[in-house]
């Protein structure tokens, strides 16, 4: 079966409900707690205790009580997890599910960009690895970038990365200038007006949503910008009836099951694709949950001298936000 373009070995609904059934006692049993990105699957959204967006999630992973996390997204998430808890277990379906955006940001080039702005405060993206949080001053997330970037004073240069998308959209919105890292989301930076123009002409009286790691062309046409769960907030309490959203597909159900009247229409991709799958978020299956609890692993395990340098910055983010 296909989820979004990606191919998925889905199981039939008696070992879907059976799977089910496992994972809840293990849970039970092992005093976890399952954390799930909008983006993935529903099998997987439906089965989470909390289903969020990366601050809201990074959130519960710093509260939680539990003995496990078991998070399903992408390997920066379940690594900002341990961050926060090294006591506790953190298990991920898969953890080869990395984000390349993260990835396209190595450690070692970005001290190198570092050094040519000394004295500049280093703001970065939660998607991100654990040695470019260490380089960090502040982490943020879709969700509070602009509410960190007002708090630094004015007279102070920003470094912004890895996402020059998001950057390049708190720049215009602010009116400020920062120095971008020029990283980018393959999901989202795939989508171009010119193709998203036609569906809106289709679509008379569609409002166009849009996540900010979007490119400009796609920003300044949206009618709302906003986090994942910023969109699902907009989409729920607006007057509007139809939205073309332009961010991963996964959120649909999620934004299907709060305003079920509504209809969600993915922006499309280009003229073959009718949106833009993350492929990495797909890889949590159902079945790879529930063997990474039977299992304990993959467990994600950070080297304490780089936790301690990457939890700093993500502190300052939870203080901030
Ligand atoms: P949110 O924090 O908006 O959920 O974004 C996560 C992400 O990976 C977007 O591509
Ligand atoms: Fe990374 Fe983009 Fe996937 Fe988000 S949607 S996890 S930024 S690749």
Redesign the pocket.
């Known amino acids: 079966m296909t989820v979004f373009g990606v191919e998925n070995d889905m199981p039939g609904n008696e070992q879907k409900k059976d799977l089910v059934e496992r994972i809840e006692r293990l849970r039970k049993e092992m005093r976890a707690i399952i954390l799930a990105?909008y983006?993935t699957i529903p099998e997987v959204q439906d089965v989470a205790d909390i289903v969020g967006d990366s601050l809201a999630l990074a959130r519960a992973a710093e509260s939680t009580d539990a003995d496990v996390i078991v998070f399903a997204?992408?390997y920066?998430m379940g690594e900002t997890a341990s961050i926060l808890n090294p006591d506790k277990v953190v298990l991920m379906p898969d953890d080869r599910a990395g984000?390349?955006?993260?990835d396209s940001c190595p450690a070692d080039e970005f001290r190198v960009f570092k050094a040519e702005y000394p004295g500049a405060v280093v703001i970065s993206y939660i998607?991100s690895t654990a040695e470019i949080k260490a380089e960090s001053d502040i982490i943020c997330t879709s969700s509070n970038a602009e509410r960190i970037v007002r708090q630094i004073p004015e007279d102070k240069e920003i470094i912004f990365g890895p996402?020059r998308n998001l950057g390049g959209y708190i720049m215009r919105k602010l009116e400020r200038k920062m120095i971008l890292w020029q990283g980018y989301?393959?999901?989202?930076d795939a989508f171009s007006w010119d193709v998203i123009r036609k569906a809106v002409e289709k679509y008379q009286g569609a409002e166009l949503i849009a996540h900010p790691?979007c490119r400009e062309e796609v920003l300044e046409h949206a009618d709302f910008i906003g986090s994942t769960s910023g969109l699902l907030n907009y989409t729920e309490n607006s007057k509007n009836r139809v939205f073309i959203v332009a961010?991963?597909p996964g959120i649909l159900y999620e934004m299907r099951k709060r305003a079920p009247g509504k209809t969600f229409i993915p922006a499309p991709k280009d003229a073959s694709q009718p949106w833009s799958t993350?492929?990495?978020?797909k890889q949590n299956t159902l079945e790879k949950l529930y063997e990474c609890m039977e299992k304990r692993r993959p467990r994600i395990i950070v080297e304490e001298g780089l936790r301690q340098a990457a939890l700093r910055p993500i502190l300052r983010m939870l203080e901030m936000s």
């Open positions: 990105h983006y997204g992408v920066f984000c390349p955006l993260a998607n996402d989301c393959y999901v989202h790691e961010t991963e993350c492929t990495q978020m």
